[in-house]
């Protein structure tokens, strides 16, 4: 069983930048794909960014691409999301989740385990 905790998310002014932290607990975390999700009120959960099990390959959702770094730090147990040029459309919860299998999947239902959230304002 993984257990995650987020942090790192705030307040900023449109142009800054964050990072984002999630602190993993359990023994299979250096094994599942992580990723990190954002919710804004009203809409649906969305996929922002996800790693594998290496950190050799990672992923993006188109608004991320240029904009954002996801890392992971197996020996910390942590997963790490940079954000820069932040936007006030980013304004979001935004989650870290974990998923069992080997395969990279962007869909919410592939997660099984999820942290609190960690909330990020961007004021224009």
């Known amino acids: 069983q993984v257990q995650l905790v987020e942090s790192g998310g705030g307040m900023v002014q449109a142009g800054g930048s964050l990072r984002l932290s999630c602190v993993a607990s359990?023994?299979?975390?250096?094994?599942?794909?992580l990723s990190w999700f954002r919710q804004a009120p009203g809409k649906e959960r969305e996929f922002v960014a996800a790693?594998?099990?290496?950190?050799?390959?990672?992923y993006y959702a188109n608004f991320m691409k240029e904009r954002g770094t996801i890392s992971r730090d197996n020996a910390k147990n942590t997963v790490y999301l940079q954000m820069n040029s932040l936007k006030p459309e980013d304004t979001a919860v935004y989650y870290c989740?974990?998923?069992?299998?080997?395969?990279?999947?962007?869909?919410?239902?592939?997660?099984?385990?999820w942290g609190q959230g960690t909330q990020v304002t961007v004021s224009s």
């Open positions: 790693i594998n099990w290496s950190g050799a390959s990672t």
């Open positions: 359990g023994r299979t975390f250096s094994s599942r794909t």
């Open positions: 989740a974990a998923q069992p299998g080997i395969i990279v999947t962007t869909k919410v239902s592939e997660y099984d385990t």
